[in-house]
C-alpha cells in the first residue's frame, strides 16, 4: 500500500527567504505521480505543482520547485522569496500510475509560518 | 467556472440524527473523490466515483456511511445516525481524466455532531 510520510510538523522562516519542506513515500508500483496542495488559512486546498515519477527533471512552477530524489523515495517542495501569504498548511500526496487507482494518499502536512 | 460546490458550508446535527452532503463537481471532470479531514487523522480517503460509477469505497466507514452519484452534477454523502466521532471537514475534489491530473477540492462542510 502507498504511503506518504511528512516529518516536519511546523517550519517557520523569515520572509524572502528559501524554505524546504520534506517529504518521503512508499510505493511498490514503478510509475507514479507526486502532488503539493496548500491549505490556506480559510481551509481552502489548492494544487501548486506536480512531478512525474518518469521525468528526470525536477518540477518547477512560479516560487515553487521540487527536489525530486527517486532512489531516496523523496519529494522535497522548495520555496523560494518567501511572502507572508505563503503561510499555510502544506500537503505531499502521491498515486499510482495503475488502473484504478485515482485516489491521492496524503501525507499529514507542514505548517509553515512567515515572519516579517 | 464556480469550482467545485459543496453544501451545506456548516452542519450541525444531534447524535444519532441523519446527515446529507452535497457536492458539485467541474463540468467535464470525470472522477469525484470525498475526504475526510481531522486533526488527529488528517486528510483520509473515504470513497471516489469515476463517470458516476463507485469504484473505491474502501474508506467508508461501512455500517453508516453512503456515497451516490446519481448523475454528473452532483455527488451525496449520506452518514446515518452520526456520532461525535464522525465530527469533521468533509471535502469534495473532482479531477479530469487521466492519473497525472490534480485534484480541485470544494470549500468543505464542516460537520459538527453534539
Known amino acids: 500500500a502507498q504511503k506518504v510520510t511528512q516529518t516536519q510538523t511546523s517550519i517557520s522562516v523569515m520572509e524572502k527567504t528559501t524554505v524546504t519542506m520534506d517529504c518521503v513515500y512508499e510505493t511498490r508500483d514503478s510509475s507514479y505521480f507526486l502532488f503539493w496542495y496548500k491549505q490556506t488559512a480559510s481551509g481552502e486546498i489548492v494544487f501548486l505543482i506536480r512531478?512525474?515519477?518518469?521525468?528526470?527533471e525536477n518540477a518547477t512552477e512560479g516560487h515553487y520547485s521540487l527536489n525530486f530524489q527517486k532512489p531516496k523515495s523523496s519529494i522535497g517542495l522548495i520555496i523560494t522569496a518567501t511572502q507572508i501569504e505563503d503561510s499555510a498548511v502544506y500537503f505531499c500526496a502521491m498515486r499510482e500510475n495503475t488502473e484504478g487507482a485515482d485516489r491521492l494518499t496524503f501525507g499529514k502536512g507542514t505548517q509553515l509560518i512567515i515572519q516579517p | 467556472n464556480a469550482g467545485v460546490i459543496q453544501t451545506p458550508r456548516h452542519k450541525v446535527t444531534g447524535k444519532g440524527q441523519e446527515a446529507t452532503l452535497w457536492c458539485e463537481p467541474i463540468s467535464g471532470h470525470s472522477a469525484v473523490f470525498w475526504y475526510r479531514q481531522t486533526i488527529v487523522q488528517g486528510l483520509e480517503f473515504l470513497t471516489y466515483f469515476r463517470n458516476q460509477a463507485p469504484i473505491d469505497d474502501s474508506g467508508m466507514p461501512k455500517e453508516r456511511f453512503s456515497a451516490q452519484m446519481p448523475n454528473q452534477s452532483h455527488s451525496t454523502l449520506k452518514i446515518q445516525s452520526t456520532q461525535p466521532q464522525d465530527s469533521a471537514v468533509y471535502l469534495c475534489?473532482?479531477?479530469?481524466?487521466?492519473?497525472?491530473?490534480?485534484?480541485?477540492f470544494g470549500s468543505g462542510t464542516r460537520l459538527l455532531v453534539i
Open positions: 512531478q512525474d515519477s518518469y521525468k528526470k
Open positions: 475534489a473532482s479531477s479530469p481524466p487521466g492519473r497525472n491530473s490534480d485534484y480541485t
